[in-house]
């Protein structure tokens, strides 16, 4: 047995990443000449080999592991989430739901067991979507959200799960609540540019768009001036359109009703400032984009407006 593959797969197991076919074949070789030698690395590295195990399908080896740890710790919520996620290997979704509503009857503070049913009840509504929307839909709403919620009432600082709870909202139509779920992510992380840009189009399709134009030119401030690369340059173009579209809306009809108070919305002149200001950048960016761009049909879509812009670039 090497040292150094003990090494590496603890900094695996630290870092959280997979590695399943490498965690398996060093696993193999560090649990076969290593016995009695590894200390309490034994039971970790055998949780590790059971999910990598059942990760690439292979049962066997992870119904071995798992009997091992459970033999150790009879009564290990860990060692039970694992056979849970043997069942959902399985297929046996009641099965695997039955152990995780059962941890969290005994400790409804056991972050796998809400992690796991989540995901469990996830799966099975994408499943379900094929066969039915509107049943998929009432699926989601009657069980994945009240789990989400339960969760997020005993750890509210997860964001990944107030974006999630959003993104489920938004599913259903439901966009105040999934405006409220985003205002909670941004509540725990104000620096998350991409939950302001989301939150900007959210409010644009539930109808409030000078609310979409605040965290929108927000989102785009976040941003900044200066970065570049495809991901911050698609972004960028992503929210200045959102921005185009917003100001389009509201220059139609001033009188749109909006959450944002009347004396902290834009005004008429700062809307046509605005619009001007988007078509020259939107402009500028699609030139940018090389041979392919046809500016003559994106100044077509983004309107009149963009005659003047138009001649900013050529």
Not at 118 to 131: E, Q, V
Not at 191 to 199: F, G, L, Q, Y
Not at 214 to 226: A, D, F, P
Request: aromatic share 6%.
């Amino acid at each position: 047995m090497s040292s150094a593959d003990l090494e590496t797969l603890a900094r695996w197991r630290t870092i959280g990443v997979p590695h399943s076919e490498e965690v398996i074949e060093l696993g193999r070789r560090v649990l076969d000449k290593g016995k009695g030698v590894m200390g309490d690395q034994e039971w970790a590295l055998r949780e590790q080999v059971a999910i990598a195990a059942l990760d690439l399908g292979q049962h066997e080896l992870s119904r071995e592991q798992i009997k091992i740890l459970r033999s150790k710790f009879p009564n290990s919520p860990r060692v039970r989430i694992l056979d849970g996620l043997f069942f959902e290997s399985q297929g046996r979704v009641d099965q695997a739901r039955e152990i995780y509503e059962g941890l969290l009857k005994i400790d409804e503070t056991n972050v796998s067991a809400h992690q796991r049913l989540i995901s469990l009840t996830l799966s099975t509504t994408s499943t379900s979507t094929s066969t039915s929307t509107s049943n998929s839909s009432t699926h989601a709403e009657q069980t994945t959200i009240p789990l989400l919620l339960r969760y997020l009432d005993i750890f509210y600082s997860d964001p990944s799960g107030w974006s999630l709870l959003s993104e489920l909202y938004c599913d259903l139509g439901m966009y105040v609540q999934s405006l409220d779920a985003l205002g909670h992510l941004l509540a725990i992380q104000p620096w998350d540019e991409n939950a302001v840009r989301r939150a900007g189009e959210v409010a644009y399709t539930h109808g409030d768009y000078q609310l979409s134009l605040k965290h929108l030119l927000r989102s785009l401030e976040m941003q900044g001036n200066e970065s570049t690369g495809p991901a911050v340059n698609g972004r960028r173009t992503r929210t200045w359109w959102g921005i185009k579209l917003a100001v389009s809306r509201l220059l139609e009809s001033s009188s749109m009703e909006s959450t944002v108070p009347p004396e902290m919305r834009t005004t008429e002149k700062q809307l046509k400032l605005l619009d001007e200001l988007a078509t020259e950048r939107l402009l500028a960016i699609s030139a940018k984009g090389g041979k392919g761009v046809n500016l003559d049909v994106i100044r077509k879509v983004l309107g009149s407006s963009t005659a003047a812009a138009g001649e900013i670039i050529r």
